[in-house]
């Protein structure tokens, strides 16, 4: 089966471009097939850090859009990363509904995944009541609390956001915090997490520093191992 993997959450910040190199990194290491389109004009991650694997789209041109679906058709086998940027949702969903993309999927064997990514505050909460409010059971959830960016996700658990989520079988992980000088490090060089945890990388990090990237990376794979993508 084909899948789509888009890595959205709508508010700048949260970690979405962090989680999609995570998951094109993790399809790497584990010698899956993938493709990556990047929709951030200025900054993205994909094209940044896995340019061999990915492409940019428009997120306002249909025809842009309709690569993700070419692509997935084309070589089922592959999966489909696809990175939002910020304040993309509502042209997404514009072209989901007047495409029928949700309602072709099930006759074309698509699989369709929204990962959510989450920051501790009460924007992401809201923004989860919106996705769910709009696309209800007719989509795959991932929901992703990112602990880089903040620990406490009382406030999700308290909505009843959470609950209702899991209510349609959405899967929940959780993204540890890394050493703030780490990733300040790994960004400024350009470097995918393998080439990070590389010694003779031309920027490499320290021992102990690699070894903190490696166990961080190991514990994110723990989390997507449990999803079975």
Do not use: C
Not at 136 to 150: F, M
């Amino acid at each position: 089966m084909a899948h789509i993997h888009f890595i959205g959450g709508e508010k700048g910040g949260v970690g979405k471009s962090l989680v999609a190199r995570i998951l094109a990194q993790y399809l790497i290491d584990h010698e899956r097939p993938f493709l990556g389109f990047d929709t951030d004009k200025s900054h993205g991650a994909l094209m940044r850090f896995y340019a061999g694997y990915a492409s940019p789209i428009v997120v306002d041109h249909y025809e842009s859009l309709d690569a993700i679906v070419e692509a997935a058709a084309a070589v089922p086998d592959r999966s489909i990363l696809v990175d939002l940027a910020a304040q993309t949702q509502d042209a997404l969903t514009q072209w989901m509904d007047d495409s029928g993309l949700l309602e072709l999927s099930s006759e074309m064997g698509l699989a369709i995944t929204y990962w959510h990514v989450m920051d501790s505050g009460r924007d992401s909460v809201d923004l989860l009541k919106k996705l769910l409010d709009r696309f209800g059971s007719r989509l795959n959830y991932v929901l992703v609390q990112n602990h880089i960016r903040g620990d406490n996700f009382d406030l999700l658990d308290a909505s009843g956001e959470k609950k209702r989520a899991l209510e349609l079988h959405a899967r929940i992980i959780d993204i540890r915090r890394l050493h703030e000088a780490s990733m300040i490090k790994i960004d400024g060089h350009s470097s995918s997490f393998w080439s990070a945890t590389q010694s003779n990388d031309a920027h490499a990090l320290g021992i102990l520093e690699r070894q903190r990237v490696k166990m961080w990376l190991k514990n994110a794979y723990s989390e997507i191992d449990t999803l079975h993508v």
